[in-house]
């Protein structure tokens, strides 16, 4: 069976995020496998002094084969682009649509220097 893994959208005013880290490469993944991280910038929906950014982590929620990652390292994404293919077989064809998204979840965490954004604290 084929998953696919869309960008949630994980706050009201959120439009998209950028890709900040892939913690996964096409292998077997287990219930607990960090996929990647995302950063989303709430900066253009509220004014302040310092922007609304937040920073999350997908997360499987169950085992399956991670085929191919659609995005990269600073990539701006929008709510509800692919990300990532899984399958249930390693080799199943890929020729197919997807019959479902892929399970996982989503965590809140702290900046860290191996982000794409590293450079900026």
Known sequence: ?????RLP???PHMSGATVEFLHSQAAALKV???I????VDLGGAFTQDCPPVSY???VMREPA???EIKVAPGQLCAVDELLAVFSTEPQESLDQSATRGVRTTVAGI???PGMWSGGAS
């Not at 069976?1 to 893994?5: A, G, H, P, S, V």
């Not at 990647?36 to 950063?39: F, Q």
């Open 36 to 39: 990647m991280d995302i950063s």
């Open 9 to 11: 959208k994980i706050s």
């Open 32 to 34: 607990g496998a960090k």
């Open 56 to 58: 999350y982590r997908f």
């Open 65 to 67: 084969f991670l085929r």
């Open 110 to 112: 702290m900046h860290y």
């Open 1 to 5: 069976m084929i998953l696919e893994f």
